[in-house]
């Protein structure tokens, strides 16, 4: 058995920590392993702190015998975690391998990291038989003038598309979007994995990815833009799709 500590398991929105733990769960129903939720973090022998920073801060009260798991949406760069925390009895979890990296290339050492993304929910997210009307655009902080050289690419061509704005729509319009999408055009941040992607692409619809140069290459608030250094922003072992084929 094991116990999953997650705030996002709480939340009514669709965000992209609730995904990691919602489809974490569902997959858990799926092997029939037991599990409990927000319990004491001495609940049972194996536990996964997701996303609760006050929780991670207490592990070295616990007894050695409990395997713990963290992450991955607990901290964004190495230097956000706190110096006090005995990491040395847990295994810190990315969503994938170039994270892992980035990490890895900025000195953390404290603890294993393993890569291990969550999987993607194909009893909401499956193909459609709905006829194939337009493109569809996805924009995720990224330019406005990199958006205005793909719509203008379209319109010469003709093609008829639809534009969906990251944090201004709601899920279940995104599924009806994607059940006419002849295919995609993406045009994201980097990701640690991409799971809105990942949904696209199991509705089979064709994705084309416009990728990022570096780790900066977005367009967000001052508040997101000043977690990372500069040099931090100049990573370039990064990517829109991380699992893409």
Known sequence: MINIISKAYLSKNATGPKKVVDNLIK???????????????????RLWIHDDTAALARINKLSPEIKIVAGPNLYVVLRQVPRDIDLSKIVYIHPSQWVKDFWLHFGFDRCPIEPWPVGIDTEEFKPSHKTKKFVLVYFKQRSQEELFQVEKALKKKGVAYRIINYGNYQEQEYKELLAETRYAIWLGRQESQGIALQEALATNAPVLVCDVRNVGHWTASQKEMAVLTDEENNFTNTTSAAYFD
Do not use: E, S, T
Request: aromatic share 10%; hydrophobic share 35%; net charge neutral.
């Open 27 to 45: 997959g858990l129903d799926i092997l029939g392993y037991p599990y409990v939720i927000n319990k004491r973090l001495d609940a049972c022998q």
